[in-house]
């Protein structure tokens, strides 16, 4: 029972870490560059996108998509690492 | 073979394939009626997903909504969508692993509460009921304007058909269902959106079209429009703002936490195999979507565009003027598809001028040049009301699109609206036979009969949906907001609480979920009224509308789960941490190990 403990308190933080990582870039695509610079952003252009608008409408859902497979990618990684997978 | 034939055919086949997939899955055990035997493949729960999540609103309404607000439109785009990354990450895979059937049971015994768990079915019951009335009207909407029915008729087949496959099914029936609804409607909205893509910009895929020249003109298609709406005195597309940017955020934040902890969209996720499954399946599901929510920004700007162009011939040109007398068309030389949407009322004229043309544009603005011009050229108010609907109603006759197109996205909608309101009715059930009877009232109930009463409660829950879809109360407008709102402040938080802190107590939990939604509550009654009875709103004593730093009402979940969780830390500490093998639980959720099929023993 304490060693499923200790190898759980290791794979949690390495999960917590991961999490903020991507809670990091999920709040910069949307909140940052669709919300808050938006209007710094607008001055770019991709195609006929004003960047800020893109970001909002566009950007972030492709971004979103993105993220989720890339966490379950490196959490799929991290269960083998620290032997907690699914058999 | 005319429209409405044409229109009967493609809905009735449609149908016919629901009931086929009914009759195929039926539901032989609990497992199969709460989580569909927990044997679905992630790709096709992903799918069910987007038919479950997307509903009639985000497929009649949400093109035409993002239309009138432009820029700040996204606030839907984004907090529809970036919630299923918090579930993927901070939910669903916990939840899976804990493997019961429902939510409130997940919170009952994390939670070590009776009290707990009966609090959350409270926050279940109210979210998931707010939010199937807005659906039911949606399917009456639906069925009237498609079908040719009356509204009454069509909330009637629409509970018929729901009943054959979610009773018999349960979760089983809905859920392939769904699949076949998100094929059915994932079609319909995309094949009128390139070709109106195709017409203005020659890009057949809307998502770029949207960031094209427009017609060849050397102008962007944004551009374009940015032009046109501001010389006639609307806000500008591209920056247009909900309110202020602080509402825009906040709302954001509510409407993708309100996501994260609505139960019928959390239950998907209990009928994947494995806990990789579950998060691989959230990331599906988002693909899935996400095509219909990339798309929808494309039709708004588009279809804006199309309409103004219709009506003002001088769109058309690189720089006519829209205030010439012959660029606003003749109203008895409008198309056919105006005449035929003037019959719904969702398109209404009226000559204030009394010059026989159409002069569509914004009387209510504030800037002087478009108000001189306006004057000059002796425009005596806009002529045209335009429901927003019409969007995406209209498009395939704007585009001039062949009558099985039209017909497709009759089935389509129809198709939204039928798959969200079975996922609902089934998060209801579930919560009725498993949280109330099997858990409290008669926990000696058999297998047999839990599943019984899960049917019943489903069939119950059927007709009541119905009426209030019939009599829908004074706020049905608002409900899905509201919604939001509810899941936002009471369920999300406890969730994340139950997984992510190994200490927090019954008492800290129970707190936090009461505080967060009595106070979005209450701002909710101080704008729509005490329980929503006219007259009752005292918003006025709070010092007007919007009180709390210009945050609109359907904004305030994000501050309620704040409230939620500041409230359950303050509580916890008064009270002993949870019991040792409540905190061996919760290690045991956050790994993937020793994960089994879903049950609901105990």
Not at chain 2, 44 to 62: E, V
Not at chain 2, 279 to 285: L, N, V
Not at chain 2, 330 to 353: Q, S
Request: charged share 10%.
């Amino acid at each position: 029972m304490n060693e499923v403990h200790e190898a759980g308190e290791g794979y949690w933080a390495a999960v917590l870490k991961l999490l903020f990582t991507v809670l990091a870039i999920w709040f910069l695509v949307s909140y940052g560059a669709g919300i808050i610079f938006a209007d710094a952003l607008n001055g770019i252009h991709l195609g006929g996108y004003p960047l800020g608008f893109w970001f909002a409408q566009q950007g972030s859902l492709y971004t979103f998509v993105f993220l989720i497979f890339w966490y379950a990618k490196k959490m799929a990684a991290l269960d083998i690492k620290y032997d907690v997978h699914e058999d | 073979m005319d429209l409405q034939t044409i229109t009967y055919v493609v809905v009735g086949a449609t149908f016919a394939l629901y009931i086929g997939i009914a009759f195929w899955a039926r539901a032989g055990s609990t497992s199969d009626f709460y989580v569909a035997g927990g044997s679905v493949h992630p790709v096709l729960n992903g799918m069910a997903t987007g038919a479950d999540w997307m509903s009639a609103a985000s497929f009649i309404s949400m093109a035409g909504l993002i239309a009138n607000m432009g820029y700040g439109g996204g606030l839907f785009l984004m907090g529809w969508t970036g919630g299923y990354v918090l579930l993927a990450m901070l939910l669903a895979p916990y939840l899976r692993k804990f493997g019961k059937f429902t939510v409130p049971q997940f919170v009952g015994d994390r939670f070590y509460s009776k009290t707990a768990s009966m609090v959350a079915v409270l926050c279940l019951l109210a979210a998931s009921i707010t939010y199937i009335i807005g659906q039911m009207t949606g399917v009456g909407v639906a069925f009237s304007r498609f079908l040719g029915v009356t509204n009454e008729a069509g909330v009637f087949i629409g509970m018929g058909v729901v009943f054959v496959y979610a009773v018999f099914g349960g979760m089983k029936g809905i859920t392939y269902t769904q699949v076949a609804q998100y094929c059915v409607l994932i079609v319909a909205y995309t094949v009128p959106a390139v070709f109106i893509s195709l017409n203005l910009t020659g890009m057949p895929i809307p998502q770029l079209g949207l960031g094209s020249e427009w017609a060849d003109s050397g102008v962007s298609l944004l551009a374009k429009l940015d032009h046109v709406i501001t010389d006639l005195g609307f806000g500008k597309y591209t920056t247009q703002l909900p309110g202020s940017k602080l509402n825009m955020f906040v709302y954001t934040v509510s409407l993708m936490i309100g996501t994260a902890g609505l139960p019928h969209v959390i239950v998907r996720f209990f009928t994947v195999p494995k806990v990789k499954d579950a998060r691989a399946s959230a990331g599906w599901a988002l693909v899935f979507i996400a095509i219909l929510y990339t798309t929808a920004p494309a039709v708004a700007a588009m279809a804006r565009l199309n309409l103004h162009a219709t009506v003002n011939t001088a769109v058309k040109t690189m720089d006519g003027d829209l205030y010439a007398t012959e660029s606003s068309i003749v109203y008895d030389e409008r198309p056919d598809w105006m005449k035929r949407w003037e019959v719904t009322g969702l398109l209404k004229f009226t000559d204030k001028n009394g010059d026989g043309r159409i002069q569509y544009y914004n009387d209510k603005t504030k800037n002087a040049d478009v108000i001189a011009k306006v004057e000059a050229a002796g425009w005596k108010g806009n002529e045209l009301s335009v429901n927003r609907d019409i969007m995406v109603l209209a498009n395939p006759e704007i585009a001039m699109l062949p009558n099985w197109v039209i017909a497709l996205v009759a089935a389509g909608g129809l198709a939204a609206a039928l798959s969200t309101a079975a996922g609902l009715l089934l998060a209801i059930s579930s919560a009725i036979s498993h949280d109330l009877f099997k858990n409290i009232f008669m926990p000696d109930m058999s297998e047999k009969q839990e599943l019984m009463t899960g049917k019943i409660a489903m069939a119950c829950s059927i007709v009541v949906a119905g009426w209030l879809g019939l009599n829908p109360p004074g706020f049905a407008a608002g409900t899905v907001a509201i919604a939001f709102g509810l899941a936002a402040s009471s369920i999300f938080p406890a969730l994340m609480l139950g997984i992510f802190s190994k200490t927090m107590n019954k008492e800290g939990a129970i707190a936090g979920m009461l505080a967060g939604l009595g106070i979005t509550m209450f701002y909710v009654f101080a704008h729509k009224g005490i329980f929503f009875i006219k007259g009752t709103s005292f918003v006025d004593l709070l010092g007007g509308p919007s009180p709390f730093f210009g945050i609109s009402p359907n904004a305030f979940g994000a501050i309620g789960a704040v409230v939620n969780f500041a409230v359950a830390f303050a509580v916890k500490n008064m009270f002993a941490p949870p019991p040792q093998h409540i905190q061996d639980l919760v290690e045991q959720v956050r790994i993937p190990r020793g994960s089994k099929a879903v049950d609901g023993s105990h």
